[in-house]
T-cell receptor, first 113, second 112 residues
């Protein structure tokens, strides 16, 4: 596709459940980023991949959050034992290596009941 | 701690007015500043600025960076209802810091 795609667009789950959010970056972009955006706030960095490896995971809030990018393209953000405070829009972005410009997907709105 | 502050938090103007949005930053090892427009969920890229005093322009939108005073402005002239959105400012640092640090955004509403 032409842009970054994310699925699902909306996810409603119950407290304690496990969720997976998927990101498909722009073709050829080796850098991939996950951000989380709460209502009324700017996006907050979670994790950055260069190729298949997580080069910076300093933004992951705790060990319930994990992300993978096994083939250097699609990435999955995994959240275990979800809590109500995890409710937010999860944004994915990609860029060419060395470029400052990150291109964002439409996000997944996660609601934990 | 690195900080990006945007002002005003919200702004309501009439169609045809000109607006100026502000972004100031306090960071170590500044590399670049980026502006995004967020209408629903996906922030869309507007400008990237790295050098002081050089205006970037796209249609009715323009932006400039002042690295001495540590701020940037985004100007929109002859506003239209389609300009209504949240405008986000973000800063990227040097030395292997690949993430963007965002401000809270300015919510702009254009009244017809």
């Amino acid at each position: 596709g032409a842009g970054v795609s994310q699925t699902p667009s909306n996810k409603v789950t119950e407290k304690g459940k496990y969720v997976e959010l998927r990101c498909d970056p722009i073709s050829g972009h080796t850098a991939l980023y996950w951000y989380r955006q709460s209502l009324g706030q700017g996006p907050e960095f979670l994790i950055y991949f260069q190729g298949t490896g997580a080069a910076d995971d300093s933004g992951l809030p705790n060990d319930r959050f994990f992300a993978v990018r096994p083939e250097g393209s699609v990435s999955t953000l995994k959240i275990q034992r979800t809590e109500r405070g995890d409710s937010a829009v999860y944004l994915c972005a990609s860029s060419l290596t060395g470029s400052d410009t990150q291109y964002f997907g439409p996000g997944t709105r996660l609601t934990v009941l | 701690e690195d900080k990006v502050v945007q002002s005003p938090l919200s702004l309501v103007v009439h169609e045809g007015d000109t607006v100026t949005l502000n972004c100031s930053y306090e960071v170590t090892n500044f590399r670049s500043l980026l502006w995004y427009k967020q209408e629903k969920k996906a922030p869309t890229f507007l400008f990237m600025l790295t050098s002081s005093g050089i205006e970037k322009k796209s249609g009715r939108l323009s932006s400039i960076l002042d690295k001495k005073e540590l701020f940037s402005i985004l100007n929109i002239t002859a506003t239209q209802t389609g300009d209504s959105a949240v405008y986000l400012c973000a800063v990227r640092l040097n030395f292997g810091n690949e993430k963007l640090t965002f401000g809270t955004g300015t919510r702009l509403t254009i009244i017809p």
